[in-house]
Nanobody, 127 residues
C-alpha cells in the first residue's frame, strides 16, 4: 500500500516562500509520476505541478510558472514543491499525489490519473 505524507505548510506573508515535502512509501518510487494539487474553499481541486520519473520532466499550471519549482529525490522517496513569491491566491490545501501505473506524460495534469493521494497540508498566504 502506498502512503504519501505531506509536510511544510503554514502561514506566510505575501512575497514569502515555503517548501512543501511529500514522503512516499513504495519500492518503485523512481518510476512514479508525482504531482501537487491544491484546493481552496469552495473550489475544485486543481493541478499545480508534476514531475515524471527517471527523466524528471516538469509541468506547471500557468499561475505557478516562474514561482514554483517541483523536484524529487529518488534516494529519499520524496518530492518537493518550492514556492516563492507567494500570493494570497495561493492559499489552499495542498495535496501530493502519485501515478503508479504506466501513463502518458500528456495526462500528467489530469487528477483522475492519480492513484494515491496524501492528506494535504494547509498553505495560507496573508496580504
Amino acid at each position: 500500500q502506498v502512503q504519501l505524507i505531506e509536510s511544510g505548510g503554514g502561514l506566510m506573508q505575501a512575497g514569502g516562500s515555503l517548501r512543501l515535502s511529500c514522503a512516499a512509501s513504495g519500492r518503485t518510487f523512481i518510476y512514479w509520476y508525482m504531482g501537487w494539487f491544491r484546493q481552496a474553499p469552495g473550489k475544485e481541486r486543481e493541478f499545480v505541478a508534476a514531475i515524471t520519473g527517471s527523466r524528471s520532466s516538469t509541468y506547471y499550471v500557468y499561475s505557478a510558472e516562474g514561482r514554483f519549482t517541483i523536484s524529487r529525490d529518488n534516494a529519499k522517496n520524496t518530492v518537493y514543491l518550492q514556492m516563492n513569491s507567494l500570493k494570497p491566491e495561493d492559499t489552499a490545501l495542498y495535496y501530493c499525489a502519485a501515478v503508479t501505473r504506466p501513463t502518458l506524460a500528456t495526462m500528467i495534469r489530469n487528477r483522475d490519473r492519480y492513484d494515491y493521494w496524501g492528506q494535504g497540508t494547509q498553505v495560507t498566504v496573508s496580504s
